[in-house]
């Protein structure tokens, strides 16, 4: 047996290189197509052609080429085509993990397909709009779209569109563990489309029939249909789908103990995955390895194969890996004895998972508190509203200091016993005052605010408690330092002049780490709880007077430095991790930033309101988040800063 399989992979390595170089040869082809003189309807052909003989080998080159297509139909006013295109580049997104941009291109060919009553295109649209929100888990969703699909495939007779949303209502029956019913839906699907004669479908139906098998343990049949799946593969030469099921067929081996068979068939899905560049594959396939490795007792092996997995995997964000890399770790350390590596492994892998799977349970971690001696505060001064003179600053911050001495000792005077108390900070602040405002007096205009100007974020929306009146909407500040630029919220009732002794004070903390740290990590975060905690100025408030929630950009990267405020939208995904870490952006993007004041217990709700809304178009999702906020009765002193990247 174990030479049969060597010879069917053999046959099958040689069968991908001559494909592949076929497949160059086409593509040759159509780019040199493409630059000669055509009709606008004859180059939106060619860049289709392009864009799927890119499908499988290279989601972004694909998607490019769709793009361009979609130029090209809506600059002549191909409305067909136009569709087409917005159907193939949410398709694309979908394959990418961009959920909400796929989403988005979904919907835009719906809209047209409808107005042209083009019903079998239709079908397909609400098929793939269905697969999001499955990858969403809303299986309720998800299964609505699939039934309507099914549903005008049925009305106008289209058999192939019946066996795909056969296949997808299979696919939720899978999900929800309903593994008989499933088979059936999927048998529906893989007989349709052997009397269609589409093997490419028949070749995924036999995939899933096989992966239910599997899951029941029923093993031969599993095999059986697996191995169906792989010649067809091989026949049509579609190398990903080759790969798919050796490494499939490496899970069923693994799981029946023949840990040759399986490695076997893991190391060739993964030569294949490699020549493909298919990274988010490889990073599976590695932690499939390990997993062999493991069982036979090659802990040092699974170690080299968890941590390939889990580097390549945090480069393209695959949380999933992450999470499962970091528990096989832990496992590998366990089993060694170096407790310290596994316990480190096991909290990654905690985090994570709450963060992907069940980010309402994350709670508010404690506040951090800073235990660092630091150096007198130095004042950099924030002008908000045009220039302002040195003399009517000063006056200004005296004039602060004036309010504040009055309200210290209006508090702090109350009882005799308190009144050492109040002279003792008043003085202080006032020593305070005047060594460090007129030493900086000259520092302006370093602090800009506003969300439009700060060269990251292109959109954004916010909800605020009523007892705040920014002015102007001046809440949202930034400043650049090297190559990082550091933002934050003001949330004060207090009069305007406070946000600038904040800002004054935040700037020059961020300058000194960054001379000392020439890189920003999350130590920062210590220094600025220990400004909130030690500032002169900010002891004679009421620390629910003001809050300020900070976070660091660098280029398309963000560092949360308040984890438990802050949460993603990324890859389909709502992400909230109660760690200080660096986030990478991309386009379409979303970062919320949330919080209340009055009751902090209240955070839990008030993350499940803002991943609710996540899953609703951008400029829609403040509405829906006030009627939730206000059937809640949570209102009254919540915030929600909503920004797209």
């Known amino acids: ?51 799927i003989a890119y499908s499988d080998s290279s989601y972004a080159q694909s998607l490019e ?46 809209s047209i397909y409808q107005h042209l009553n083009n019903l079998k295109s239709l079908a397909g649209v609400y098929n793939d709009m269905g ?62 489309n052997k009397t269609l004669e589409n093997y490419r479908a ?39 789908g080759v790969a798919i099921i050796q490494d499939n067929i490496g899970s069923l081996y693994y799981k029946q103990n023949q840990y040759d068979n399986a490695l076997l068939y893991h190391q060739k899905a993964l030569e294949i995955f490699e020549l493909l560049g298919a990274t988010g594959r490889m990073c599976y396939t590695l932690k499939n390895i390990g997993q062999v490795y493991l069982a036979q007792g090659k802990i040092q092996r699974a170690i ?42 096991l909290r990654e892998h905690i985090a994570i998972k709450d963060s992907i799977l069940n980010s309402e349970t994350v709670q508010k971690i404690e506040e951090l508190q800073a235990q660092y001696e630091r150096d007198k505060q130095e004042l950099l001064i924030n002008q908000m509203q045009g220039k302002l003179k040195n003399r009517n600053l000063f006056i200004g911050l005296l004039v602060v200091f004036i309010i504040f001495s ?20 008043l003085e202080e602040v006032r020593s305070y005052m005047l060594q460090n405002v007129s030493a900086n007096l000259n520092s302006l205009e370093l602090v800009k605010s506003g969300l439009d100007d700060n060269g990251l974020f292109s959109d954004y929306w916010n909800f605020l408690p009523f007892s705040f009146t920014p002015e102007n909407n001046k ?31 935040i700037y020059k903390l961020v300058k000194e780490y960054l001379n000392q740290n020439k890189e920003v990590a999350d130590e920062l975060s210590h220094k600025i709880f220990e400004f909130f905690n030690t500032d002169p100025l900010l002891k004679l408030m009421d620390r629910n007077d003001f809050q300020v929630f900070p976070f660091v950009v660098q280029g398309n990267r963000l560092l949360n430095l308040y984890p438990q405020n802050i949460g993603f939208r990324q890859f389909g995904s709502f992400i909230i991790s109660n760690t200080i870490q660096w986030v990478n952006l991309r386009p379409g993007d979303v970062v919320y930033l949330f919080g209340n004041f009055s009751n902090p217990k209240a955070l ?34 919540v915030f929600i800063l909503a920004l797209r990247v």
């Open 475 to 505: 809440y949202f500040f930034h400043f650049s330092i090297n190559q990082y630029t550091f933002c934050y919220l003001i949330l004060t009732s207090k009069p305007r002049l406070f946000n600038d002794l904040i800002n004054l004070n």
């Open 131 to 192: 697969l999001i929100y499955r990858n969403w888990g809303k299986y309720d969703k998800a299964l609505e779209f699939y039934l309507m699909a099914l549903q005008i495939s049925r009305d106008i007779g289209n058999a192939e569109g019946i066996g795909i949303a056969s296949n997808s209502i299979g696919q939720i029956h899978f999900y929800q563990n309903n593994l008989a019913k499933a088979i059936e839906f999927f048998v529906e699907y893989l007989n349709i």
């Open 65 to 110: 080429y769709w793009k361009q297509a979609l130029n090209v139909a809506e600059r002549v006013g191909l409305r067909t085509q136009v569709a087409d295109a917005y159907h193939q580049i949410g398709y694309s997104y979908m394959k990418m993990g961009e959920f909400q941009l796929s989403l988005q291109n979904l919907e835009n060919a719906a």
């Open 406 to 425: 009055g309200t210290g000792i209006e508090l702090l005077v109350a009882t005799n016993r308190k009144k050492n108390q109040a002279i003792k900070q």
């Open 304 to 345: 080299d194969k968890f941590k390939q997995a889990l580097n390549a995997a945090k480069k393209i964000d695959l949380k999933d890996v992450e999470r499962d890399g970091n528990e096989l770790l832990a496992t590998c350390y366990e089993k060694t004895g170096n407790y310290q590596l596994a316990l480190q492994h």
């Open 1 to 51: 047996m174990q030479k049969r399989i060597s010879i069917l992979l053999l046959f099958i390595t040689a069968s991908i290189a001559f494909n592949a170089l076929a497949q160059l040869t086409y593509i040759d082809s159509l780019q040199q197509a493409l630059k000669e003189p055509s009709s606008d309807s004859g180059k939106f052909e060619t860049l289709s052609k392009l864009a």
């Open 604 to 637: 839990n709700e008030i993350r499940k309101v803002v991943k609710s809304i996540d899953l609703i178009e951008f400029d829609e999702q403040k509405e829906v988040a006030v009627n939730f906020l206000h059937s809640m009765e949570l209102n009254t002193d």
């Open 202 to 240: 028949v070749a995924g139906a036999s995939n899933n029939i096989a992966s239910a098998y599997l899951e029941l343990g029923k093993y031969n049949e599993s095999l059986e249909y697996f191995l169906k799946a792989l010649q067809i593969y091989d026949s049509l030469k579609v190398s990903i």
